[in-house]
């Protein structure tokens, strides 16, 4: 296996030494390129009193090409669907390779945040989001006490 | 058979005769007339003629059988006649065998010598004259032709008054038949038989009148050449043009002896134009053995002075341009007639002695034949007025046999060399181990063998008397220049009977002639290798270094010192005047360094053979010095006054070119020069030169300083003894001063014009036979008596990687392409290719220059030897390079408007003002940070990335067909809207920015930093070394490399032309040193560092660029794959996909099939590029 770059190590240590708060990422063992990621839910949310469990795997080409993430709690939230696929532009289109994992993960806690039912990844749960806003938040909500862990208090 | 003999005789007859028949007629009726007509001159009256009866019978016997009579006593009688020794028993039991049948009397003679010839060996007569008389009978029976029967039915005698005083005897050579024409009337007819002479109708004339100035003869000299009736002393007639052009020059010497003698002549008198035939026997006088035998003044009378041969180097004419004298002239019409008469005689040289003596055995039991003129044999041009010649034809299938195949391989010359030293001979050589006292190192036991055949050469063991086998090495080597001739057996009408007794020459089979000088001898010429010293041509990484020394410290002085005080160059050959300016008594002036060997090597290895010296040396007594000219004050003192003078003197071709240059140069040649100080001041005992190919040009002012050191042991270190053509040897001949070849004549005739006749055979045959006893060549691939090999080496893979060029290149080569393609298209179509010669290879230089870097082009390089005339063509097109450039660069100027531009470099420098904002750049893709500032690159939109990041960014987007954004503001961006800062100029501190042109992008640097990328991650600490024939080349992979890797994960070091000695040490030995934390990257020039370096450290190898000759690359190769790699080595040639890199190659390809040594000569040579550069434009 090529080496790791160098960019990965240095963000890896930022990760570690800086961390953002509310989220953590620490590589795996044995794939530096892997990290195991949790979000806290963003306060004033529906999803404000869990902890999200997320993967983060960095392609080969990163930084120029996105790294991928995906949800492994399950959540109810318009832009992400059962998979726990996201559907964030800098993760697709808009990725620059001067965005960095701690930015993606902002950016994603930042789109727990604000749903955006009008570019929706889980159609069935935008379309509820639209339809009975006040009725999805509570599922939301629902969904978090039931699957995410509960932050210490 | 007598269908045959009919046939025959009608050919032979058809231009005098209406038929066979009158032939026939004619013989019996003149039988009784010519039996016994000069019979008065014979001894042996009676013998003869009984004999000339039988023969007459058999001979006649297949027309009418019937004469034939089965005459038991006769057949006796006459066996007995051949063969008076034979015991009757024999003879009876013979006739009893052959008696009976047809050509009894032959068949029993070859069944006598075939079978009883080992009891009665001692009876054979060793003469050929005794012999002819015997084979005589039988060979007339054997011989289909009438005319011949005729010869022998008559009984010879030797006119010996004939001869002059001084020719103490002749010697038969061969007769031939001549057509004579009538120029008188006779009024009786000549009679079978008579004498006649030959005489030159006008006695004293010019050779200048005859000849023209290129030898060539003017007049006609079938008028200047005449038979003449001895008798009477009145003229008859004349013969043939072919003939006369070869009995002209030769009649007036007493060299070669002519008898004539009246065969055939069917008219009863002659009238004018009647034709005659003759026999004529040619003899080899004793005058011209003699002449040769006391060396003399033939020799000297060709041999040229040193001017001479200056102006012929001149004159492509070579020897013909100087007006001969007359003199000279007839000696060369001389020469050139003794070649036609030997050719017309088929007296062929013998190729194989003992089959030449074991034949000789069996030929005095065969047919020797007379040889007729045969017209369709006939192939020199100037035969315009030959008669149509008698036409039997000679039978000799003897010389059938030793036709040779000419054709000659062109890989002969590759193979050549190793088929001097035979291999078994090789392995026969003993070992000799140097004592451990004064020699440290372990040798191999080919090295061991290889000091053996050194110390031979030298002739050491001579004077221990410890091996009897010195002196065996070059006893037994004909001069190549002389051929060997067997006597034939004498056939000459004259001596048919007569016996030679004057002349004990039983023990001659053989003389030797030397057909190009036309010297003579009876001796056997043995190769004179006087000179003590040889080439060892060992190929690269057999350690010659080590040999070398082997033999410096096994004799470090000379031994004979003591017993000949100093008379060193009075043992040398007659002192020559084409090698040395200096007489021999001058040489004697110089005193003798008994003690010093000198040793010449190439700049870059000479701390190499230092330190090999002391690891090898082990006597405290010896040392040694690296005279670098002014370190020594008088080396001259310290070699011959001191009492312990350096065992071993290093210096450089430089330093003895310039001393050289300081004492010769702008003297006359022949002036005379004391120097009394230098390398030049002493005579050394042995001097070695490492790399000698470096004298391969004679010319050059290197090779004449080395030449002119003197020494009385000199020896050639070189694992290319040939590079480019068969006269580099010439140069390595004239250093070790072999005589004769080290004339530039001789060799010129003898290798040089040979070879450009596609005389390939002749060319090698001469070449080793000179090199055979002076060169010791073993290859890695020779095995050892054990059949091992001799050097056992780790494996080697050499991998080519094919790149695609980068943008900017593939920009570049198109538009150099198409101007070179023009260029050589125009030149095809209008056949002046070869004038735009040098156009071209500066086409083809820029070619190869943009497959490594577009930065290359336009700047000139040292190593490019093609081009080294032409640097004036180079520079000369420099502006308009330029503007080629510009042209080629033209897209990325053009996407920015002036206005555009300014505008943009004030948004930058609002953003960076000064020199402090750049220390602080960070590049948002690989996050470090500063960026380099030789690397930063600047957005429109400001932004600052690196070189690197910013353009792995740019492959990526465009790779997935994705629009390109500024990573950090998402702001459309080009590539070719970039910016940089200017070049770091040290007198101002401020940095200017400037557009950026990704030209300065190679595929090739790209891939090599991949390549050492992934080499640091899977091993630690590796060395590798990159050649590249491109010094400037050398220079931007310096630049690139170190900025792609910081300084703690690989350090780069350059070795070139340009360094000096101190810091090519420091270089080498820097690099040598193993390190692991980081990677070690040397770069190496291919040619400084291509020959003799050491460097088995390293176990990687990256080719940046192909090189014309393979053989460069494997030298270069070779430096890393050598004895003391205990690694597999890797390299990586790196070749550009589509380009001029990749038709190099198959031009390698081919050179390595046919072997580039046979670029013969200067125009052979530019043909073949002629025909390379059409394969790399097709």
Known sequence: MASLPKRIIKETEKLVSDPVPGITAEPHDDNLRYFQVTIEGPEQSPYEDGIFELELYLPDDYPMEAPKVRFLTKIYHPNIDRLGRICLDVLKTNWSPALQIRTVLLSIQALLASPNPNDPLANDVAEDWIKNEVGAKAKAREWTKLYAKKKPE | MSDVKQEERKRFFNDDLDTSETSLNFKSENKESFLFSNSHNDDDILSVSDNSEGEKDTSILPVNEEIREDDQDQFIGELLRIIPEMPTSISIKLNEKFGSKKEGLCLALSHYFDHYKENSTSNIPSSPNQVNSHSDTSSSVLSPSPSHVKKRNNYAFRNQNRLEDKTTWKRFIGALQVTGMATRPTVRPLKYGSQLKLKRSVEEISAAKVYDSRGRKKASMASLVRIFDSQYNREIGRVPEDIAQILYPLLNSN??????????????????????????????????????????????????????????????????????????????????????????????????????????????????????????????????????????????????????????????????????????????????????????????????????????????????????????????????????????????????????????????????????????????????????????????????????????????????????????????????????FKTSSQNNKKPYASKTTLIVVPMSLLTQWSNEFMKANNSPDMYHEVYYGGNVSSLKTLLTKTKNPPTVVLTTYGIVQNEWTKHFKGRMIDEDVTVSSGLFSVNFYRIVIDEGHNIRNRMTVTSKAVMDLQAKCKWVLTGTPIINRLDDLYSLVKFLELDPWRQI????????????????????????????????????????????????????????????????????????????????KSGIARGDLL????????????????????????????????????????????????????????????????????????????????????????????????????????????????????????????????????????????????????????????????????????????????????????????????????????????????????????????????????????????????????????????????????????????????????????????????????????????????????????????????????????????????????????
């Open chain 2, 255 to 580: 060299e070669i002896g002519f008898e004539v003698t009246l065969i055939f002549c069917d008219n009863k008198r002659l009238s004018i134009g009647d034709s005659f035939i003759l026999q004529l026997d040619c003899f080899l006088t004793s005058i011209i053995f003699e002449e040769s035998s006391s060396d003399g003044q033939s020799f000297t009378k060709r041999r040229r002075t040193e001017r001479e041969i200056k102006r012929e180097k001149d004159n492509k004419n070579f020897g013909r341009s100087l007006a001969e004298t007359d003199e000279e002239l007839e000696n060369r019409s001389k020469r050139l007639a003794l070649l036609k008469l030997f050719d017309k005689l088929k007296l062929k040289p013998i190729l194989d002695e003992q089959k030449a003596i074991e034949r000789h055995k069996i030929e005095l039991s065969s047919d020797p034949e007379i040889i007729d003129i045969d017209d369709d044999n006939d192939d020199d041009d100037d035969n315009d007025d030959i008669r149509p010649g008698q036409a039997a034809k000679a039978r000799d299938n003897l010389w059938d046999t030793q036709h040779e195949e000419e054709t000659m391989n062109l890989n002969q010359l590759k193979t050549f060399y190793k088929a001097a030293q035979s291999s078994e001979s090789l392995k026969n050589l003993p070992e000799t181990e140097p004592s451990r006292d004064i020699f440290k190192l372990e040798l191999r036991n080919y090295q061991k063998q290889g000091l053996t055949w050194m110390l031979r050469r030298e002739q050491e063991f001579a004077k221990t008397a410890s091996d009897k086998g010195a002196s065996e090495t070059d006893a037994n080597v004909i001069n190549p220049l002389w051929k060997q001739f067997k006597w034939p057996t004498d056939m000459s009408w004259a001596a048919q009977k007569t016996q030679n007794d004057h002349l004990n020459l039983e023990d001659d089979i053989f003389f030797y002639a030397n057909l190009h000088s036309g010297e003579f001898s009876l001796t056997k010429p043995v190769l004179k290798t006087m000179i003590k010293g040889g080439i060892l041509s060992d190929e690269m990484g057999l350690g010659k270094t080590i040999a070398a020394y082997s033999l410096i410290l096994s004799c470090p002085c000379d031994s004979d010192i003591d017993r000949t005080p100093y008379d060193v160059e009075s043992t040398d050959i007659p002192d020559d005047v084409s090698s040395t």
């Open chain 2, 745 to 824: 004549n001789y060799w010129k005739t003898f290798v040089s014009t040979p070879f450009e006749n596609k005389n390939y055979k002749q060319a090698f045959d001469v070449v080793n036979a000179i090199l055979e006893p002076v060169l010791l060549r073993r290859t890695k691939q020779m095995k050892d008596k054990d059949g091992k090999p001799l050097v056992e080496l780790p494996p080697k893979e050499v991998v080519i990687k094919r790149l695609p060029f980068s943008k900017a290149q593939d920009l570049l080569y198109k538009f150099l392409l198409d101007k070179a393609e023009i260029t050589v």
């Open chain 2, 835 to 1178: 004038k735009k010669y040098s156009t071209i290879l500066v086409h083809i230089l820029r070619l190869r220059q943009v497959c490594c870097h577009p930065g290359l082009i336009g700047t000139q390089d040292e190593n490019d030897e093609d081009l080294s005339k032409n640097n004036k063509l180079v520079t000369e097109q420099t502006v308009e390079l330029d503007s080629l450039i510009r042209v080629a660069s033209e897209r990325y100027d053009n996407s920015f408007s002036k206005e555009e531009l300014e505008k943009m470099m004030r948004n930058l420098k609002v953003k960076y003002p000064d020199n402090k904002s750049f220390q602080t750049l960070e590049c948002s893709i690989c996050t470090a940070e500063p960026i380099d500032i030789d690397k930063v690159l600047f957005t429109e939109c400001g932004h600052s990335f690196c070189e690197k990041c910013l353009f792995e960014y740019i492959e990526f987007q465009k790779g997935k067909n994705l629009c390109l954004k500024c990573p950090n503001c998402r702001k459309p961006i080009d590539a070719c809207r970039l910016l940089t800062l200017g070049p770091q100029n040290s007198t101002s501190e401020n940095l200017e920015f400037r557009p950026y042109s990704p030209a300065s992008e190679s595929s090739k640097i790209t891939a090599l930093v991949k390549e050492l990328q992934l080499l640091q991650d899977s091993s630690a600490g590796e060395q590798v070394v990159i050649f590249s024939q491109f010094s400037t080349y050398l220079d931007i992979l310096e630049k690139e490399l170190t900025h792609a890797f910081p300084k703690d994960v690989a350090k780069v070091y350059k070795f070139d032309g340009r360094l000096s000695l101190k810091e090519r040490t420091n270089v080498l030995a820097d690099f040598a040193a193993k390190d692991y934390s980081r990677q070690k990257i040397l770069l190496l020039s291919l040619k400084a560092g291509g020959v003799g370096l050491n460097l088995t450290c390293a176990s990687h190898a990256y080719m940046m660029d192909p090189w014309w000759s393979p053989s460069m690359e494997d030298q270069a190769i070779d430096r890393l794959h050598r004895i003391g790699q205990t690694n597999s080595v890797k390299v990586t040639r790196f070749i550009i996909q589509n380009s001029i890199e990749e038709k190099m190659l198959r031009i390698q390809e081919k050179k390595r099939t046919i072997g580039e040594a046979m670029d013969a000569d200067e125009d052979e040579r530019r043909k073949r590029r002629i025909e390379e550069i059409q394969m790399l434009f097709e």
